[in-house]
């Protein structure tokens, strides 16, 4: 096997916050995708030696993905082989979430491996990933192999980076929106008991309201999420707040569902005073107790969960 080359990127450098994207034309994704997602990817561009033509061709990717505070969230590979043994650049998040793409796209660059577009051919899973349409590639450096290689040479390593942007349809078409914050909440799902809408004499868990603090990516606490008398009310610690309805829902199989709502009201003039969608994904948790309580003895359980709160406002 050929050496292995030298990092490209520092660990200390991962971070996606002060990269400036000049992303080419025929790499843009369609009209109505927003970015949901990116991370900075940090691995490895494998070849093997093409004996007959003296020439290092691609076999896979490897690579660990990095959000803005350098926290893994999750993987890149070339994915299991299909039917025909072909595989197929794959992204897995930490929630076991999938999209596998297919490249649409590519712009080659002098001293790099290509910028691509890649259009998601299969989901597997229902958290972070599950509705990305779109992956860009974007940024990349190092990940080329030599031109040829002798008779000796049988596999060789290129260390890379790239920032990879995901995109879904996550908002009316029409409206073009950019994604302003995001946040983490960490909190309760509160149910209490009601009798069974079936059958009176019997108690059913019934959501009641939400409880969360929510964390910028440093770990500061920027706001809360509960109850409001109107809906779902997310505050900021500016006073501002959003409330929110309901548009979409996508089950999970053990967490609450993931969400896309739309502002349907605002208070104060601060930081979430020009949201118009708010997601609420990578759900863990916050699932009712069980499907029956005791009505003479049971009033409320509060569940333990946590969701990343996308926060989405007018393009500018």
């Known amino acids: ?12 450098d991962r971070t996606t916050v002060s990269i400036k994207l000049d992303i080419p034309d025929n790499l843009k994704v369609s009209e109505g995708s927003v970015l949901l997602l990116q991370a900075w990817g940090e691995g490895v561009q494998s070849y ?85 349409l779109f992956i860009q590639r974007l940024n990349p450096m190092g990940g080329r192999a030599p031109e040829s290689c002798t008779s000796n040479d049988t596999e060789l390593q290129v260390n890379y980076t790239a920032l990879y942007r995901f995109y879904g349809p996550v908002v009316p078409s029409g409206v073009k929106v950019v994604l302003l914050f995001q946040a983490l909440g960490i909190g309760e799902q509160v149910y209490e008991c009601k009798p069974s809408p079936t059958d009176s004499t019997k108690g059913a868990w019934t959501f009641k309201e939400p409880k969360a603090r929510l964390y910028d990516d440093a770990g500061n606490v920027i706001g809360t999420h509960f109850k409001g008398p109107t809906g ?7 006073g501002s707040a959003v409330v929110g309805t309901i548009l979409k829902s996508v089950p999970n199989p053990n967490a609450i569902p993931s969400l896309l709502l739309a502002a349907i009201s605002h208070d104060g003039c601060g930081l979430l005073s020009k949201v118009l ?40």
Request: glycine share 8%; aromatic share 6%.
């Open 232 to 238: 779902p009310t997310w505050q900021a610690n500016d």
């Open 277 to 316: 969608f708010i997601q609420r994904v990578d759900t863990v948790g916050g699932t009712a107790p069980g499907e029956s309580c005791d009505l003479s003895h049971d009033s409320e359980s509060p569940v333990n969960y946590t969701a990343l709160y996308r926060f989405y406002g007018p393009a500018s």
């Open 48 to 132: 093997e030696c093409d004996k007959s033509s003296a020439k290092w061709t691609f076999k896979k990717s490897q690579a660990t993905l990095y959000d803005d505070v350098g926290n893994a969230v999750g993987t890149h590979s070339a994915g299991p082989p299909d039917s025909n043994g072909d595989t197929h650049p794959t992204w897995q998040a930490n929630d076991g979430s999938k999209v596998v793409g297919t490249i649409l796209k590519n712009v080659t660059n002098p001293d790099a491996i290509p910028s691509l577009l890649l259009e998601a051919a299969s989901h597997e899973g229902s958290g972070l990933l599950s509705t990305v």
């Open 1 to 12: 096997m050929a050496a292995e080359r030298e990092p490209t990127v520092s660990s200390a």
